[in-house]
Structures are given as structure tokens and as C-alpha cells.
């Protein structure tokens, strides 16, 4: 009896809170901090939009909340999925942020960045994130998140950034197959950061395509196998990819010197094997890092007069012959690391300032 009359009085409560135009939200906002340590001293009162720091509004609706560094603690409730106005939420960098991810993020239709970066969350990534038809930026990096990439954030047809890297996910990356969505699907995205995480299985062909958009393909120090997929090459945007320090075997396919936008290339400890490719086609290439990959032959000469390169470190493989920078080789050349191969000898080019060369051969 005493229960009801108090849920009434709740329920009675609410109702001139909203007749009395009082902020909807602010019911929310207090589970939230039910939940939460070290909110901000300004969270006090009925109306959030009314000197919160960290509270956006519009029209009396919580729009955004940002609380970035504040040594905030505890669990992200439920209640989140209540602030059906909400664009924006940063929570980064609040380690004591622990717990999994509530599903009824997904509830939050209009959020267009979720910001969770450097955090204590954990558990797996739950699949309503792929509810958020919004979603343009979700940056999820250095938690403590496990489990499979969801295929549903393959639906975020609006994302633009996708990092997750720095968590301990596993499993293969997901591609779509007609029933199931994938992340090939996001063809406006422009990074992909997935690095320093647990993936495995092949690099799917799939994933890649023309249609895709992308800059960055940071997928480094996965234990991702199979070999480098041809249709990489495909993905003329791209500027930065790294794919080192996985198991990728086999040769590097030649129609990644398509890919005349790049400007740093990583491969370095792999599996791979047979020559260098021609990257001449890399006109803006400033570093090359490839080494422990098993590159045999001899080094291209042509290598050194990209334009703009700076940095070739192609140390620990089994590259042999005669090492020449050639008579044109860039101005930009800082490093050249071709230690621990078996180079018999150096050509020498009048003009090269020799301290700059690194541990040519040995
Ligand atoms: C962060 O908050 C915790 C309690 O939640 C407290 O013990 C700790 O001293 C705080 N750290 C800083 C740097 O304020
Ligand atoms: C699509 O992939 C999902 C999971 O990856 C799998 O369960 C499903 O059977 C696949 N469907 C087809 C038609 O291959
Ligand atoms: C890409 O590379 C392949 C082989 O290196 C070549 O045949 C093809 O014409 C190139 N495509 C484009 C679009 O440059
Ligand atoms: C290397 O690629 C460039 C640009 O695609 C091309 O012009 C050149 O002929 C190629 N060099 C060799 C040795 O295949
Ligand atoms: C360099 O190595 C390749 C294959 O590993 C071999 O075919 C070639 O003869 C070697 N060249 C020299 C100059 O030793």
C-alpha cells in the first residue's frame, strides 16, 4: 500500500514537473549520477540547462554532454538511453569509468558522437550500437573492451571515424553477406583504427572495394593472417596504412603502388616474403617501414627518388646486391636503415651527406 502511494506521488511528481515546465531530462541526469563519482560541483539544482558544465541544451532538451578528464567513477546506467535528444556524449578519459556498455545506448537516435576514449570500460561491444542511424563519430580506443567486432556497425551508413583500437577484441573483422551486415558497408567512413587489439583470421577481400573512402587503415599488431588482399589497391583515398606487426604472409600485391596518396606505409614484422614492390607510383610516400618482413632481392633504386621520402627503414630481411640511392634521390632523405641483410656493397653518389645514412649494411 505504502509502495503505491509513493509510486503515485512519483508519478504525480513527473507530471507537474513537465505541467510546470519543468526539464524532462533532469530525472535521468540524477540516475546517471546516482551512478557516478566526482561529477561536476555545478550539477546541482532541477534544470540542467541552467549552468551545468558540461550540459549543452536546446529548447530545454540535453543535447550534449561532455565531461572529458574529471576523474569521473562508476557505471554508465541505463538511463543514458532516456536523453532521447542527445547528440553528443564524451565521457573520455575518466578511468574510473568501469563497467560494459549499456545496450540502451541504442536507443539514443539522434547521437552523432560517442566518445568514450582512454576509459575503463569492458565487456563486448553490444550490437545496438549499430542502432544509431545518426552516428558519425565513435571513438571506443584504450578500454578494456573484449569480444567480436558487432556486425551491426556495418548500419552506421553516416560514420566517419571508427577507433577502437587499444581494447582486447578478437575475432575476424566482419564483412557483410546479405543477411548479416559488415564493416564494408561503411563507404563514407575515412578511419578505420584497429590496432593493438586481438583480431585474427584474414584480412576478408570483401572489406575493400572502389566504393570505399577511406584514409586511414591502422590495423597493426593484430594477429591478423592470410595475405595482404589485392583489392586494397582499389581504395584510391587512402593515405596511411599499417599493417604491421601481424602474420600476414605471401607477397605484397603490386597494384598497391595504385594507391598514389599514401604517405606512410607500415608492414614491418609480418610473415611476407619475395621482393619490394615498385612504389614509385606513392608520389607523396614519406615513410617506409618494412622490416623483419622477409623481403628478398635487391632494393629498386627508384625507391629513393620518391619525391618526398624521408624515412626507409628495410632492416632484418634478407635483402642482397648492391645498395645505390641512385644519381636522384630525394632531398628529403633522412634514414636509411638496411642493417642485418646481406647488401655486399654501397654505391657511392658524390653530394650524399653520409651522416644521415644509417647502418647502411653490415
Ligand atoms: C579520483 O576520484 C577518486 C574517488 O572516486 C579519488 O579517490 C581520487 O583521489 C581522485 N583522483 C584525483 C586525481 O582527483
Ligand atoms: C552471414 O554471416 C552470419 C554471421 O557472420 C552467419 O550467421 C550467416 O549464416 C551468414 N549467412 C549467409 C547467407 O551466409
Ligand atoms: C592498378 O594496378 C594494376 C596492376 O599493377 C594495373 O593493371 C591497373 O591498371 C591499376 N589500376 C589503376 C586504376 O591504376
Ligand atoms: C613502377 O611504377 C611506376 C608508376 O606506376 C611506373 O611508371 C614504372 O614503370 C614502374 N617501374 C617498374 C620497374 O616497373
Ligand atoms: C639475391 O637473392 C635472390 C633471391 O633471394 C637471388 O635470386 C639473387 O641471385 C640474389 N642476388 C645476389 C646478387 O646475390
Given amino acids: 500500500m505504502e509502495i503505491r502511494i509513493k509510486l503515485l506521488l512519483v508519478q ?27 561529477t561536476p560541483p555545478s550539477w546541482v539544482g532541477s534544470d540542467p540547462c541552467d549552468k551545468w558544465d558540461g550540459v549543452t541544451c536546446t529548447d530545454s532538451r540535453v543535447t550534449s554532454i561532455t565531461l572529458a578528464s574529471i ?4 557505471e554508465l546506467s541505463g538511463d543514458i538511453g532516456q536523453l532521447s535528444e542527445l547528440q553528443m556524449l564524451d565521457l573520455s578519459y575518466n578511468k574510473g569509468l568501469t563497467g560494459s556498455l549499456t545496450s540502451d545506448i541504442g ?49 552506421l551508413t553516416k560514420l566517419y571515424w571508427l577507433d577502437i583500437a587499444d581494447n582486447k577484441l578478437s575475432g575476424s573483422i566482419p564483412i557483410s553477406n546479405g543477411t548479416t551486415p ?21 584480412i576478408p577481400p570483401n572489406l575493400f572495394s572502389s566504393k570505399m573512402t577511406l584514409k586511414h587503415v591502422l590495423f597493426e599488431d593484430n594477429e591478423l593472417t592470410g595475405t595482404i588482399p589485392l583489392t586494397l589497391g582499389l581504395v584510391q583515398t ?29 608492414l614491418s614484422n609480418n610473415k611476407l616474403n619475395g621482393a619490394l614492390p615498385n612504389l614509385t607510383g606513392m608520389a607523396v610516400l614519406n615513410y617506409l617501414m618494412m622490416q623483419e618482413t622477409g623481403l628478398r632481392g635487391e632494393v629498386p633504386v627508384e625507391v629513393f627518388s620518391i619525391p618526398q621520402i624521408e624515412t626507409v627503414v628495410l632492416r632484418d630481411n634478407q635483402l642482397n646486391g648492391t645498395l645505390d640511392v641512385g ?12 642493417s642485418n641483410n646481406k647488401i655486399s656493397a654501397f654505391t657511392q653518389r658524390s653530394g650524399y651527406p653520409a651522416d644521415l645514412m644509417y647502418a647502411l649494411y653490415d
Fill in 12 to 38: 504525480v511528481f513527473i507530471h507537474v514537473l513537465l505541467a510546470s515546465g519543468q526539464n524532462q531530462d533532469i530525472v535521468y541526469l540524477q540516475a546517471l549520477m546516482d551512478n557516478w563519482k566526482n
Fill in 71 to 74: 576523474n569521473l567513477s562508476g
Fill in 107 to 155: 536507443n539514443l537516435k539522434k547521437l552523432k558522437s560517442l566518445i568514450l576514449v582512454g576509459c575503463g570500460f569492458n565487456g563486448p561491444l553490444p550490437e545496438a550500437l549499430g542502432s544509431l542511424p545518426e552516428l558519425s563519430y565513435l571513438a571506443l580506443n584504450f578500454n578494456g573492451f573484449t569480444g567480436r567486432i558487432p556486425p551491426s556497425l556495418g548500419k
Fill in 182 to 202: 559488415g564493416l564494408d558497408l561503411l563507404v563514407n567512413a575515412k578511419h578505420f583504427h584497429f590496432g593493438r587489439n586481438q583480431l585474427s583470421g584474414e
Fill in 238 to 266: 587512402l593515405e596511411v596504412l599499417r599493417l604491421d606487426r601481424n602474420m600476414l604472409r605471401g607477397d605484397v600485391p603490386s597494384n598497391i603502388n595504385n594507391l598514389t596518396l599514401i604517405n606512410q606505409l607500415f
Fill in 327 to 338: 644519381p636522384s634521390y630525394s632531398n628529403h632523405l633522412q634514414l636509411v636503415d638496411m
